[in-house]
């Protein structure tokens, strides 16, 4: 909405449009200070392990993200210093590609979420992703908003 509709679609209503969308860490995060708005949440496990997806990246909303995780109550939350987990889409299931593509999340992501211990969450919100790290680590990583609503008190 803010990126591709823009640049596909010029003009003036595009330009509105993606100057008022907002991914829901970000939305959340400015939600932070006003009173109205209220999350109730609980711990949903005592450490989180967040890999930032590329478009968070690009997009600059890490620190929204951050802020939106600071709101889980006894929880540790790490965010794992990676470039792209290597899968970037179909990338990393072309047979000329697959090599590539694992020696990637080989790099950092993998070995990161292999150090964790059952109880910690992996959170990564890119559907790639999250098919790279189970099919390398065994973990299943979920995405923020299934986080959140493991968090909201029922």
């Known amino acids: 909405m803010r990126d591709e509709i823009p640049a596909l679609l010029p003009g003036e209503d595009t330009a509105q449009l993606a100057a008022k969308a907002r991914m829901l860490e ?10 109205d708005f209220q999350l109730p949440l609980t711990s949903p496990a005592p450490k989180v392990l967040l890999h930032g997806h590329c478009h968070q990246k690009a997009m600059g909303v890490m620190s929204s993200i951050k802020k939106t995780l600071s709101l889980l109550p006894d929880t540790e939350v790490e965010i794992v210093e990676t470039s792209c987990c290597g899968m970037a889409g179909a990338f990393g299931y072309g047979s000329e590609t697959h090599d590539i593509s694992r020696a990637m999340a080989e790099l950092d992501l993998a070995p990161a979420i292999r150090k964790t211990d059952k109880d910690t969450l992996i959170v990564a919100d890119g559907t790639s992703c999250r098919h790279q790290v189970a099919d390398l680590t065994m973990r299943k990583p979920i995405h923020m908003a299934r986080l959140l609503e493991l968090a909201l008190k029922k």
């Open 26 to 35: 970000e939305y959340i995060a400015d939600q932070a200070s006003n009173s």
